[in-house]
T-cell receptor
């Protein structure tokens, strides 16, 4: 596609339910990032995928959070047993090259609301 | 804690005026990037300045970098209502990821 896409754009769920958020990066981009942004705050790094290397999971806030990237393309972020503090906008970004020296292309985000 | 800290937290100016936002960081960096975010959604890359550069221009944007002070500034000249957004600096500290600051909310009044 022309840009990074994310789905759903909005997700409302009940506390304790599991949710899956999807990211389609730009075709051919090597690296994929997930961030979380709480209302009025900056971006909090969650996880980073680069090629076939092991992902950098250092930003995941708890073991309820996990992510995978299948075939080096589409990524899914899963949050199990959601809590109200998980409510935030979840942003995905991809870069052509690995590492922090490249421009990141962001998707529109998924706004997650946990009731 | 966040690597980049922007100030001011919020800025309100009249259309046509210049807007200056500052970013300070703590560790040595490879590069620093500025992003814009409209309506709390996806970010758009504005400009990247490398650690060996001191100033960079892109249209109405001017970015400076002072590695001795560990600070950067973003200047938007002749601001327009469409420049209303949140602006974030992000630093690449020779790692795999960018670290974003909390952002400056800019409001341009027409």
């Amino acid at each position: 596609g022309a840009g990074v896409s994310q789905s759903p754009s909005n997700k409302v769920t009940e506390k304790g339910k599991d949710v899956e958020l999807r990211c389609d990066p730009i075709s051919g981009h090597t690296a994929l990032y997930w961030y979380r942004q709480s209302l009025g705050q900056g971006l909090e790094f969650l996880i980073y995928f680069q090629g076939n290397s092991a992902p950098d999971k250092s930003g995941l806030p708890s073991d309820r959070f996990s992510a995978e990237r299948t075939g080096g393309s589409v990524s899914t972020l899963t949050i199990q047993r959601t809590q109200q503090e998980d409510s935030a906008v979840y942003l995905c970004a991809s870069t052509l090259l690995a590492g922090g020296g490249s421009e990141q292309f962001f998707g529109p985000g998924t706004r997650l609301t946990v009731l | 804690s966040q690597q980049g800290e922007e100030d001011p937290q919020a800025l309100s100016i009249q259309e046509g005026e210049n807007a200056t936002m500052n970013c300070s960081y703590k560790t040595s960096i490879n590069n620093l990037q500025w992003y814009r975010q409209n309506s709390g959604r996806g970010l758009v890359h504005l400009i990247l300045i490398r650690s060996n550069e001191r100033e960079k221009h892109s249209g109405r944007l001017r970015v400076t970098l002072d590695t001795s002070k560990k600070s950067s500034s973003l200047l938007i000249t002749a601001s327009r209502a469409a420049d209303t957004a949140s602006y974030f600096c992000a630093t690449d500290a020779y790692g795999n990821k960018l670290v974003f600051g909390a952002g400056t909310i800019l409001r341009v009044k027409s």
